[in-house]
């Protein structure tokens, strides 16, 4: 038997806890299958920099499936 999934990855910004993500998913089905942060990532705005240092806000790379 075989099995396939289709699923987007794409990046993200959110301004979250760490366990926000896996929680969220979670509670709308789906499971977290690689979660990555990407601390060489330079936000380009102003606004979006600001962001970051102010809060902490990162970018990342979530893949989530269908549980």
């Known amino acids: 038997m075989t099995s396939t999934a289709t699923a987007s990855a794409f990046p993200a910004v959110i301004n979250l806890s ?3 993500p896996r929680v969220f ?28 240092e102010t809060w902490g806000v990162k970018s990342i790379s979530l893949l989530a499936v269908k549980a």
């Open 18 to 20: 760490a366990d926000k």
């Open 25 to 52: 998913a979670e509670a709308a089905g789906l499971t977290i299958r690689t979660l990555r942060e990407h601390p060489e990532y330079r936000f380009l705005t102003d606004s979006a920099q600001g962001a970051s």
